[in-house]
């Protein structure tokens, strides 16, 4: 059985992946890619985009936003 990873556990993961970076260490994901200093724009943009991602959801998530304002 594959198991899918949450938000919370990936992002927690990039976190550890850009400590590791930042430290001059390569980071093997799990497709077997090594990410190294040229991918630490990466690793930052995914760690912004499943920040993003958390507050929606933690917020009730977009489209119960858009319901509020259509509503008010």
């Known amino acids: 059985m594959i198991t899918v990873p949450t938000t919370q556990e990936r992002l927690s993961w990039y976190y550890d992946a850009e400590r590791k ?3 001059g260490q390569a980071v093997e994901t799990a497709d077997g890619e090594k990410l190294t200093r040229a991918s630490l724009a990466h690793v930052r943009s995914e760690i912004l985009r ?3 991602q958390l507050n929606r959801s933690r917020q009730g998530g977009r489209r119960s936003m858009i319901r509020r304002n259509y509503l008010e």
């Open 50 to 52: 499943l920040e993003g």
């Open 21 to 23: 970076i930042l430290k």
